[in-house]
């Protein structure tokens, strides 16, 4: 019984006979029937639709189940036997060049020459060029996969050989690693994405926050200013009031003179128009003393009303301008204690004025002069016959004698227009004798130099940078970060040029250090100019 019920699974219903075809072709109905019986049944009817060989029942095939058409829903790789409806495949059979579903898988062959693999199109590269065997084999001496010939007979047949499996499961293991590595440094960038994100957002909050300082500084500033004016304003006016009081006062007195003149003149006039000559000479005797004034007496009168009118008549100038200039002084200082330096908006509220830096003269050389103020330093033709001491450089150096060991800090210099000289920083045990004690041809001490032939370059540990930028202003300003390692330097012309930043590791309290005139220097073919420079320390 059970074997008529499997010769009826694998007979043809229109044929009568088992399937001709390897693998039958089955309808969207369930029916299955050799391919070239149901395509002669099917092509024979007409009409838009095609009915089952089967359809007792009124089973009908639409021909959209039948055909290939536009908007046909995708079923990838569809199985080559099913010509009629598409239907996806399962696998595909190297060995057939065929692929199958699951319906013809069933009843597909077993045998081991039938090499299933997932479904493809690409048949060509599964098998052998050479052979047109499938590809069952890696060769690792060639890196390539051969077929059971190529092994057997071909020019691999001495070769280490692996069955594709095993090739590809070391070459998986070595993907795997570099998978590994691949998201290690994916991970990496994430985190460095990350991190430039978050000083994306620092920056913008920072640009926020320095928009509304600067905003609120200049607020302050023009109130200031404000402040100012009137200061100066009510000065002159003061001024004006005062002088228009001594003025009048003066016309007041000038007037009086006026009428005591012409009561002189009117009785010399009643004088001069009377007839009897004794009335005349007695009133002329008796009012002599009154307006018989010499010459010599109404030019001094004139000389001293002039010298009144002058004294009365000016404003103090001085004066306003001593106002106008100490207010503006003033505002200028508090301005650069809270904003100096262009590109360091961080230390807006927190730098300090380094005022209160002096020349140390138990460490200048004997061929410098230290001013009385220990604010300015000049190269000198005599020496000073300083005693000597282990402080005291040999060359025209001089350190400052404050020194620096955290925080911000800012001062500016003021130097001559030509000659040579040098500003930097410097760790106090720099050497005081010989070539290593020049700013900047040690590691312990940071130089701006600028040459006498119109150049600056920057030095340390004996390594020159020459910047392009030309001196063009006699002053410089010096920002020192001590904790962030950060050295400055700043031409103060308009606009403010930023010449230079060295950065490094802080390790000991800093000094100023100032140089002039190093004739003994004749590094990069330099020429020399014999000009006296000098620098002053301003605030």
């Given at each position: 019984m059970a074997s008529v019920d499997l010769r009826d699974e694998l007979t043809c219903s229109i044929c009568l006979n088992i399937y001709t075809d390897p693998v039958p072709v089955t309808l969207i109905c369930g029916h299955r029937f050799c391919q070239d019986c149901i395509t002669k049944t099917l092509d024979n009817q007409s009409g838009r639709e095609y009915s089952c060989p089967e359809g007792k029942h009124g089973f009908i095939v639409v021909e959209n189940f039948l055909s290939t058409r536009p908007g046909q829903k995708e079923v990838g790789i569809p199985c080559t036997y099913c010509v009629h409806s598409l239907v996806p495949a399962?696998?595909?059979?190297?060995?057939?060049?065929?692929?199958?579903?699951?319906?013809?898988?069933?009843?597909?062959?077993?045998?081991?020459?039938?090499?299933?693999?997932?479904?493809?199109?690409?048949?060509?590269?599964?098998?052998?060029?050479v052979h047109k065997k499938v590809l069952e084999y890696y060769c690792s001496k060639d890196a390539v996969c051969i077929c059971v010939s190529c092994r057997l007979d071909g020019q691999h047949r001495t070769h280490k050989v692996e069955t594709l499996n095993e090739a590809s499961e070391k070459k998986k293991k070595k993907l795997r690693n570099i998978m590994e590595k691949l998201t290690s440094k994916k991970k990496e960038a994430e985190k460095r994405v990350q991190s430039l994100q978050e000083l994306r957002r620092q920056v913008q909050e920072k640009a926020a926050g320095v928009t509304e300082q600067v905003g609120a500084l200049l607020k302050d500033i023009m109130k200031q200013l404000k402040t100012l004016e009137k200061r100066v304003l009510n000065e002159i006016s003061r001024q004006k009031e005062q002088v228009s009081l001594r003025v009048s006062d003066q016309i007041?007195?000038?007037?009086?003179?006026?009428?005591?003149?012409?009561?002189?003149?009117?009785?010399?006039?009643?004088?001069?128009?009377?007839?009897?000559?004794?009335?005349?000479?007695?009133?002329?005797?008796?009012?002599?003393?009154?307006?018989?004034?010499?010459?010599?007496?109404?030019?001094?009168?004139?000389e001293r009303d002039?010298?009144?009118?002058?004294?009365?008549?000016?404003?103090?100038?001085?004066?306003?301008?001593?106002?106008?200039?100490?207010?503006?002084?003033?505002?200028?200082?508090?301005?650069?204690?809270?904003?100096?330096?262009?590109?360091?908006?961080?230390?807006?509220?927190?730098?300090?004025?380094?005022?209160?830096i002096l020349l140390d003269v138990n460490t200048a050389s004997n061929d410098v002069t230290v001013s009385d103020d220990f604010k300015t330093l000049c190269r000198s033709e005599i020496s000073q016959s300083r005693p000597e001491t282990s402080d005291r450089f040999e060359k025209n150096q001089v350190l400052g004698s404050r020194s620096f060991s955290s925080g911000r800090h800012y001062w500016e210099v003021e130097s001559s227009e030509s000659g040579r000289w040098i500003?930097?920083?410097?760790?106090?045990?720099?050497?005081?004798?010989?070539?290593?004690?020049?700013?900047?041809?040690?590691?312990?001490?940071?130089?701006?130099?600028?040459?006498?032939?119109?150049?600056?370059?920057?030095?340390?540990?004996?390594?020159?940078?020459?910047?392009?930028?030309?001196?063009?202003?006699?002053?410089?300003?010096?920002?020192?970060?001590?904790?962030?390692?950060?050295?400055?330097?700043?031409?103060?012309?308009?606009?403010?040029?930023?010449?230079?930043?060295?950065t490094a590791t802080f390790t000991e309290p800093l000094h100023a250090i100032f140089g002039v005139d190093f004739q003994f220097l004749k590094v990069h073919h330099r020429s020399f100019q014999s000009v006296n420079s000098w620098l002053r320390i301003i605030h």
């Amino acid at each position: 019984m059970a074997s008529v019920d499997l010769r009826d699974e694998l007979t043809c219903s229109i044929c009568l006979n088992i399937y001709t075809d390897p693998v039958p072709v089955t309808l969207i109905c369930g029916h299955r029937f050799c391919q070239d019986c149901i395509t002669k049944t099917l092509d024979n009817q007409s009409g838009r639709e095609y009915s089952c060989p089967e359809g007792k029942h009124g089973f009908i095939v639409v021909e959209n189940f039948l055909s290939t058409r536009p908007g046909q829903k995708e079923v990838g790789i569809p199985c080559t036997y099913c010509v009629h409806s598409l239907v996806p495949a399962a696998k595909t059979c190297l060995h057939c060049e065929a692929s199958l579903c699951e319906t013809h898988l069933r009843v597909h062959s077993k045998s081991p020459e039938h090499v299933l693999i997932e479904p493809t199109t690409s048949l060509r590269n599964r098998k052998c060029s050479v052979h047109k065997k499938v590809l069952e084999y890696y060769c690792s001496k060639d890196a390539v996969c051969i077929c059971v010939s190529c092994r057997l007979d071909g020019q691999h047949r001495t070769h280490k050989v692996e069955t594709l499996n095993e090739a590809s499961e070391k070459k998986k293991k070595k993907l795997r690693n570099i998978m590994e590595k691949l998201t290690s440094k994916k991970k990496e960038a994430e985190k460095r994405v990350q991190s430039l994100q978050e000083l994306r957002r620092q920056v913008q909050e920072k640009a926020a926050g320095v928009t509304e300082q600067v905003g609120a500084l200049l607020k302050d500033i023009m109130k200031q200013l404000k402040t100012l004016e009137k200061r100066v304003l009510n000065e002159i006016s003061r001024q004006k009031e005062q002088v228009s009081l001594r003025v009048s006062d003066q016309i007041q007195q000038l007037e009086i003179k006026k009428e005591e003149l012409s009561r002189k003149m009117g009785h010399i006039e009643e004088l001069c128009n009377m007839t009897d000559p004794l009335t005349v000479l007695q009133g002329c005797e008796s009012d002599s003393d009154d307006y018989c004034d010499t010459e010599e007496g109404d030019n001094e009168d004139r000389e001293r009303d002039d010298n009144k009118v002058r004294a009365v008549g000016n404003l103090d100038v001085g004066l306003i301008s001593v106002t106008l200039h100490s207010g503006l002084a003033g505002i200028v200082t508090g301005v650069k204690r809270q904003l100096h330096v262009p590109d360091s908006s961080d230390m807006l509220l927190d730098v300090n004025t380094a005022s209160d830096i002096l020349l140390d003269v138990n460490t200048a050389s004997n061929d410098v002069t230290v001013s009385d103020d220990f604010k300015t330093l000049c190269r000198s033709e005599i020496s000073q016959s300083r005693p000597e001491t282990s402080d005291r450089f040999e060359k025209n150096q001089v350190l400052g004698s404050r020194s620096f060991s955290s925080g911000r800090h800012y001062w500016e210099v003021e130097s001559s227009e030509s000659g040579r000289w040098i500003v930097g920083m410097a760790y106090p045990r720099i050497a005081r004798k010989g070539r290593q004690s020049v700013i900047g041809y040690n590691n312990k001490s940071w130089g701006l130099w600028r040459w006498d032939h119109d150049e600056y370059s920057v030095i340390h540990e004996s390594k020159e940078i020459l910047l392009t930028h030309r001196p063009s202003s006699q002053r410089l300003g010096i920002y020192l970060d001590y904790e962030a390692g950060r050295l400055s330097f700043y031409e103060l012309c308009e606009p403010i040029t930023h010449l230079h930043t060295f950065t490094a590791t802080f390790t000991e309290p800093l000094h100023a250090i100032f140089g002039v005139d190093f004739q003994f220097l004749k590094v990069h073919h330099r020429s020399f100019q014999s000009v006296n420079s000098w620098l002053r320390i301003i605030h």
